[in-house]
């Protein structure tokens, strides 16, 4: 019974990642890593500054990734996707506005 199971997950990953490889998939996948590259980004800004900070290089990666990954979800027709990165793009720009509108005030993004 295991061994089935490791079987049809093992067929289902082939199916997924190798028969239906294309140019999209390797877009999206290429996004999404961009997208979760905020992560990183934010957290070697924390560790160097001691504290929990958002660098503006996180806003990028976020804009960046959302974006690419939205533009994966159009071609896809994924509404889902569609969707989330949609809003959570205007959501990403209008955070970099913000950043931009205060630079010469004290903010809480670190310039890095």
Do not use: H
């Not at 028969?19 to 996948?29: M, V």
């Not at 290089?57 to 960046?64: D, H, K, L, R």
Request: proline share 2%; with cysteine; net charge positive.
């Amino acid at each position: 019974m295991i061994i089935q199971y490791g079987q049809a997950l093992s067929n289902y990953l082939y199916d997924v990642f190798v028969a239906k490889f294309d140019f999209w998939l390797a877009f999206g996948l290429v996004a999404q890593l961009f997208f979760t590259a905020r992560f990183l980004v934010q957290w070697i800004a924390s560790e160097r500054a001691g504290n929990s900070v958002v660098p503006m290089a996180f806003w990028f990666c976020s804009m960046g990734g959302g974006l690419m990954t939205l533009v994966y979800g159009v071609v896809k027709r994924e509404p889902v996707i569609i969707l989330g990165q949609a809003l959570a793009t205007i959501i990403y720009i209008r955070n970099i506005m913000l950043i931009i509108k205060n630079r010469g005030r004290a903010s809480k993004t670190l310039d890095r």
